[in-house]
């Protein structure tokens, strides 16, 4: 275990020196509690089971038996907790030479971003791999197909869509249509739910385009004296979240009111450890949490990687 020394801190130990930048920036909120509903968990995994409901009821003619439906599970999702851990270790003579500021303060605020820089990378893992085959490292709830799907299975009835059938990037007709897809879903035996967008997320370079769309009283793009239909109705009522670890440039996504969907388990909170070595004299610091991200049901949210 290697630990940082006076070696790695040799301006520190000299006076005469301004400012130590490169460690001290700004950070942006914790951008996936926009996507995902928090719950806590006392085991090393947690799971969420499907199960179907009843068909349609179908007109009984005189003196015929009544129809007896049933109903069986679909797939199972299931949240694995991961332990996220990392430290740093300071030599004796390093924490007691250096001139300008605490160490244990400054690289355990650093191991903090750290941490949660991996946190905010998992989280939108489901978002960046959905549209990717699952033999190639996609993501899926259990399924058998991607996040993002055209041909979501279903028990029976037609397949189910939560993407285009062809990719577009985001602009106000593209929402409308995505609005009017989302409202003709229907659930595994094929009757109509009520699903809404709530949310519209979208990574940093779709922020001009979002904002326009959902925030504009005329139609954009258009000399035409048209009402914004997007806004008037308030088709996105929770408006846009930008998420800034999302990697592909044109993707778009909307969150759904379908519940038990985008879910965020919190396992054991993070923490930081520190002791000191007898031998060497060298202190540790570790910070350490599990957590796991996933989705449940598809229709929580619909996607589009763009065109």
Same mark, same amino acid.
């Not at 094929?190 to 979208?202: D, E, F």
């Given at each position: 275990m290697a630990a940082i020394s006076r070696a790695q801190l040799l301006r520190e130990l000299l006076p005469g020196l301004n400012a130590i930048f490169g460690m001290s920036y700004n950070e942006y909120p914790m951008e996936f509690m926009d996507i995902y509903t928090e719950y806590s968990s006392d085991r090393s995994f947690e799971q969420d089971q499907k199960v179907t409901g009843f068909q349609s009821a179908p007109v009984k003619q005189e003196g015929s038996a009544t129809l007896f439906d049933t109903a069986q599970e679909g797939y199972t999702s299931t949240y694995v907790m991961e332990t996220i851990s990392m430290g740093f270790a300071l030599t004796q003579e390093a924490f007691e030479d250096n001139l300008y500021d605490s160490l244990s303060t400054r690289y355990s605020r650093e191991l903090g971003r750290a941490m949660r820089n991996t946190k905010e990378i998992k989280a939108v893992v489901p978002f960046n791999t959905g549209f990717t085959a699952l033999?190639?490292?996609?993501?899926?709830?259990g399924d058998g197909v991607p996040l993002f799907s055209t041909v979501h299975p279903q028990v029976s009835g037609p397949v189910i869509s939560n993407r285009p059938a062809v990719a577009v990037d985001l602009n106000e007709t593209s929402l409308e249509n995505a609005t009017i897809q989302i409202s003709g879903w229907t659930d595994d035996r094929g009757k109509l739910i009520q699903a809404r967008v709530r949310k519209m997320i979208v990574p940093k370079e779709s922020i001009y385009i979002a904002t326009r769309i959902l925030e504009t009283q005329l139609q954009t793009g258009t000399g035409n004296n048209d009402i914004n239909a997007?806004?008037?109705?308030?088709?996105?009522?929770?408006?846009?979240?930008?998420?800034?670890?999302? !990697?592909?440039?044109?993707?778009?996504?909307?969150? !759904?009111?379908?519940?038990?969907?985008?879910?965020?388990?919190?396992?054991?909170?993070v923490s930081e450890d520190s002791d000191g070595d007898f031998d060497t004299g060298n202190i540790r610091y570790r910070q350490r949490e599990r957590y796991s991200f996933g989705l449940s049901d598809y229709l929580a949210v619909w996607g589009s990687p763009g065109a």
């Amino acid at each position: 275990m290697a630990a940082i020394s006076r070696a790695q801190l040799l301006r520190e130990l000299l006076p005469g020196l301004n400012a130590i930048f490169g460690m001290s920036y700004n950070e942006y909120p914790m951008e996936f509690m926009d996507i995902y509903t928090e719950y806590s968990s006392d085991r090393s995994f947690e799971q969420d089971q499907k199960v179907t409901g009843f068909q349609s009821a179908p007109v009984k003619q005189e003196g015929s038996a009544t129809l007896f439906d049933t109903a069986q599970e679909g797939y199972t999702s299931t949240y694995v907790m991961e332990t996220i851990s990392m430290g740093f270790a300071l030599t004796q003579e390093a924490f007691e030479d250096n001139l300008y500021d605490s160490l244990s303060t400054r690289y355990s605020r650093e191991l903090g971003r750290a941490m949660r820089n991996t946190k905010e990378i998992k989280a939108v893992v489901p978002f960046n791999t959905g549209f990717t085959a699952l033999a190639s490292g996609g993501y899926g709830v259990g399924d058998g197909v991607p996040l993002f799907s055209t041909v979501h299975p279903q028990v029976s009835g037609p397949v189910i869509s939560n993407r285009p059938a062809v990719a577009v990037d985001l602009n106000e007709t593209s929402l409308e249509n995505a609005t009017i897809q989302i409202s003709g879903w229907t659930d595994d035996r094929g009757k109509l739910i009520q699903a809404r967008v709530r949310k519209m997320i979208v990574p940093k370079e779709s922020i001009y385009i979002a904002t326009r769309i959902l925030e504009t009283q005329l139609q954009t793009g258009t000399g035409n004296n048209d009402i914004n239909a997007v806004k008037a109705i308030g088709a996105v009522p929770e408006g846009f979240a930008v998420n800034h670890y999302l !990697t592909d440039p044109d993707s778009w996504f909307l969150m !759904t009111d379908v519940p038990e969907g985008a879910k965020y388990f919190n396992r054991v909170p993070v923490s930081e450890d520190s002791d000191g070595d007898f031998d060497t004299g060298n202190i540790r610091y570790r910070q350490r949490e599990r957590y796991s991200f996933g989705l449940s049901d598809y229709l929580a949210v619909w996607g589009s990687p763009g065109a």
